[in-house]
């Protein structure tokens, strides 16, 4: 490793447009050396297009690209401190493991690309696989061949295309943990291009959240997920439950009241919200908490998921609601009647 110091990305008003089409529209992000950094969204949301442009694939139509002191915005992709590792991997077949990781490395000198390989090999928990081709490994193995290779030259910042999007469902998530304990133990900057609520929420520091172009949050996973600033956000980070009403005044700690169909209920508010205006008041199922006080809800569903109990709650109306307890707060019968309540806190209140 060269020991210098990492710089700090930072992306000015970026821009991309096809024709008419708004595919990223001003994206101001700053990035801390160091930092695994997840952009999250739905399929054409534009975080491959920001992405690309980062890595020199896509010429932006507006704004600026910054690696430290450095411009990089009009830079081609092998003039950047930057590399990028697509969801492919892109391995050459007739290529050993040892010879896709060293491709990089030709003008280094013989000696030291050997050793350079030998490095990445360990760091990636391959030793003893260097002669090996790629179709007989794994698709976890495959996987962290290409991540060694994309590490070879030793980037600044390594940008990640649903990197784990081939694999399935447990290697996918053991992999998930690998990749994090590698970037931890590098200290290089990641971006990873995620539509995986979860794997985003695995492996980020922070996570920014993309729709329609735009980068519309940007903070820690438990932020986004318990203070979410939209009901676009709400609902992308996990199960919640949204519940209509009209917003009242203020109360202790800085909650608000919600009148509902059902009942007053209480929540923090997202951002400033006039008295009277149509709200949702999202509600994780976890904290919804069955008793004597709150809604009114009958218990149409029960499922046992091993580690806990999902309920399904109907509201007089015939609307439904989510609750996510303790296999041990198993209690009541189905089609029983009972109130479903939630901590003031533990509620935001969003423009509906």
Do not use: W
């Amino acid at each position: 490793m060269s020991g210098l110091p990492a710089p700090r990305l930072r992306l000015e008003e970026l821009t991309k447009r096809f024709g008419t089409h708004h595919a990223v529209e001003a994206v101001t992000l700053d990035l801390e050396p160091g930092e695994f950094f997840c952009l999250l969204g739905p399929s054409g949301c534009g975080k491959s297009t920001l992405l690309r442009m980062i890595a020199g694939f896509e010429r932006p139509t507006a704004g600026r690209i910054l690696l430290g002191e450095a411009d990089l915005t009009a830079l081609p992709p092998h003039r950047r401190p930057v590399n990028m590792m697509f969801q492919s991997y892109a391995l050459f077949p007739h290529m050993s493991v040892a010879g896709n990781i060293g491709y990089g490395l030709k003008g280094l000198g013989r000696a030291a690309a050997a050793n350079r390989v030998a490095d990445l090999l360990r760091l990636v928990r391959l030793d003893g696989f260097g002669d090996r081709r790629p179709d007989t490994l794994s698709g976890g193995q495959r996987q962290r061949v290409a991540l060694a290779r994309a590490l070879a030259r030793e980037p600044q910042l390594l940008l990640l295309d649903e990197p784990l999007g081939a694999l399935d469902r447990g290697l996918r998530e053991e992999t998930q943990g690998e990749l994090r304990a590698v970037q931890r133990r590098l200290g290089t900057a990641f971006i990873v291009v995620t539509h995986d609520p979860e794997e985003a929420m695995m492996l980020a520091d922070r996570i920014g959240v993309m729709e329609g172009g735009r980068l519309i949050q940007v903070g820690p996973p438990a932020e986004l997920y318990r203070r979410p600033a939209s009901r676009f956000v709400a609902g992308l980070l996990g199960d919640v439950n949204l519940i209509p009403g009209r917003l009242g005044a203020g109360g202790p700690g800085g909650a608000r009241e919600v009148e509902t169909a059902y009942g007053a209920v209480r929540g923090v508010a997202a951002g400033t919200l006039e008295t009277g205006a149509a709200v949702v008041v999202a509600v994780r199922p976890e904290d919804l908490v069955l008793g004597t006080e709150g809604l009114p809800v009958v218990i149409a569903d029960s499922v046992f998921l091993g580690d806990r109990l999902r309920r399904t709650l109907r509201l007089p109306d015939g609307t439904t609601l989510r609750a996510s307890g303790r296999p041990t707060e198993a209690g009541q019968a189905l089609g029983s009647a009972s109130h479903a309540g939630f901590a003031a806190e533990a509620a935001v209140i969003l423009p509906a």
